[in-house]
Protein backbone atom coordinates (compact mmCIF):
# COMPACT_ATOMS: atom_id res chain seq x y z
CA UNK A 1 0.00 0.00 0.00
CA UNK A 2 1.45 3.56 -0.76
CA UNK A 3 -0.35 5.49 1.42
CA UNK A 4 -1.10 8.19 -1.44
CA UNK A 5 -4.34 9.92 -0.99
CA UNK A 6 -6.80 11.58 -3.58
CA UNK A 7 -7.40 15.30 -2.92
CA UNK A 8 -10.69 16.64 -5.07
CA UNK A 9 -11.32 20.08 -3.19
CA UNK A 10 -11.27 22.98 -5.90
CA UNK A 11 -9.64 20.72 -8.53
CA UNK A 12 -12.10 19.53 -10.66
CA UNK A 13 -11.72 22.87 -13.08
CA UNK A 14 -12.56 23.15 -16.84
CA UNK A 15 -9.19 23.65 -18.45
CA UNK A 16 -8.09 24.38 -22.20
CA UNK A 17 -5.78 21.63 -23.18
CA UNK A 18 -2.34 22.82 -23.35
CA UNK A 19 -1.32 20.39 -26.10
CA UNK A 20 -4.18 20.27 -28.38
CA UNK A 21 -5.91 23.43 -27.34
CA UNK A 22 -9.55 21.85 -26.82
CA UNK A 23 -11.62 23.03 -24.05
CA UNK A 24 -12.21 20.64 -21.71
CA UNK A 25 -15.15 20.26 -19.28
CA UNK A 26 -14.99 18.79 -15.39
CA UNK A 27 -16.21 15.52 -14.75
CA UNK A 28 -19.75 15.25 -13.40
CA UNK A 29 -19.31 11.93 -11.19
CA UNK A 30 -17.83 13.37 -8.43
CA UNK A 31 -13.97 12.58 -10.04
CA UNK A 32 -11.48 15.14 -11.19
CA UNK A 33 -10.68 14.90 -14.74
CA UNK A 34 -6.90 15.63 -15.21
CA UNK A 35 -6.62 14.54 -18.92
CA UNK A 36 -7.97 16.15 -22.13
CA UNK A 37 -10.85 13.92 -23.68
CA UNK A 38 -9.34 14.47 -27.39
CA UNK A 39 -5.85 14.01 -27.15
CA UNK A 40 -5.59 12.00 -24.00
CA UNK A 41 -2.30 14.36 -22.84
CA UNK A 42 -2.31 15.91 -19.06
CA UNK A 43 -0.20 18.69 -17.18
CA UNK A 44 2.42 17.59 -14.82
CA UNK A 45 0.82 19.41 -11.38
CA UNK A 46 0.38 16.86 -9.34
CA UNK A 47 2.43 15.22 -6.36
CA UNK A 48 -0.58 13.29 -4.61
CA UNK A 49 -3.34 12.37 -6.93
CA UNK A 50 -5.58 16.10 -6.83
CA UNK A 51 -2.72 17.88 -4.78
CA UNK A 52 -2.26 20.71 -7.59
CA UNK A 53 1.51 20.83 -5.97
CA UNK A 54 4.19 20.49 -8.25
CA UNK A 55 6.15 22.55 -10.10
CA UNK A 56 7.09 20.80 -13.18
CA UNK A 57 4.13 21.88 -15.05
CA UNK A 58 5.51 19.16 -18.32
CA UNK A 59 3.11 17.81 -20.75
CA UNK A 60 2.60 14.31 -19.66
CA UNK A 61 2.07 12.10 -22.75
CA UNK A 62 0.05 9.73 -23.00
CA UNK A 63 1.70 6.17 -23.86
CA UNK A 64 -0.18 3.16 -22.72
CA UNK A 65 -3.47 2.08 -22.45
CA UNK A 66 -4.56 -1.23 -20.54
CA UNK A 67 -7.92 -2.33 -19.60
CA UNK A 68 -8.34 -3.12 -15.36
CA UNK A 69 -11.35 -5.15 -14.28
CA UNK A 70 -12.24 -3.13 -11.23
CA UNK A 71 -11.39 0.98 -13.17
CA UNK A 72 -11.74 0.26 -16.76
CA UNK A 73 -9.32 1.74 -19.15
CA UNK A 74 -6.48 3.45 -17.57
CA UNK A 75 -3.87 5.59 -19.52
CA UNK A 76 -0.42 5.58 -18.06
CA UNK A 77 1.25 9.13 -19.10
CA UNK A 78 4.91 9.85 -19.23
CA UNK A 79 6.13 13.65 -18.21
CA UNK A 80 7.83 14.89 -21.05
CA UNK A 81 9.56 17.23 -19.16
CA UNK A 82 10.92 15.42 -16.23
CA UNK A 83 10.20 11.78 -17.11
CA UNK A 84 8.16 11.04 -13.89
CA UNK A 85 5.02 8.67 -14.70
CA UNK A 86 1.93 8.33 -13.61
CA UNK A 87 -1.88 6.53 -14.40
CA UNK A 88 -5.28 8.02 -14.58
CA UNK A 89 -8.51 6.05 -15.22
CA UNK A 90 -9.85 6.92 -18.63
CA UNK A 91 -13.14 9.11 -18.47
CA UNK A 92 -15.45 6.97 -20.97
CA UNK A 93 -18.26 7.04 -18.94
CA UNK A 94 -19.26 10.98 -19.04
CA UNK A 95 -21.89 11.73 -20.59
CA UNK A 96 -21.18 15.68 -21.44
CA UNK A 97 -17.57 14.62 -22.85
CA UNK A 98 -16.18 10.99 -22.57
CA UNK A 99 -12.67 10.66 -23.68
CA UNK A 100 -12.18 9.49 -27.33
CA UNK A 101 -12.02 5.95 -28.09
CA UNK A 102 -10.26 6.83 -31.50
CA UNK A 103 -7.42 8.44 -29.30
CA UNK A 104 -7.34 5.38 -26.72
CA UNK A 105 -7.01 2.96 -29.23
CA UNK A 106 -4.23 5.02 -31.16
CA UNK A 107 -2.50 4.89 -27.91
CA UNK A 108 -3.04 1.40 -27.59
CA UNK A 109 -1.43 0.10 -31.35
CA UNK A 110 1.58 2.43 -30.15
CA UNK A 111 4.71 0.81 -29.39
CA UNK A 112 6.33 1.99 -25.57
CA UNK A 113 9.22 3.32 -26.33
Same mark, same amino acid.
Given at each position: ????? $???? %????? $??? %????????? &????????? =??? =? &????? +?? #? !?????? =??????????? +?? *??????? #? #???? =???? %? $????????????? *??????? !??????????
Amino acid at each position: MSGRR $FTVV %GTNNA $FTC %GFCGAQVQP &LRNGSVRNH =CPE =C &LHSRH +VD #I !LPGDRA =CTCHGDMEPVA +VE *QSGKKGW #I #ITHR =CRKC %G $FEGRNRAATDDPD *QPDSWDA !LIAVSTRRRE
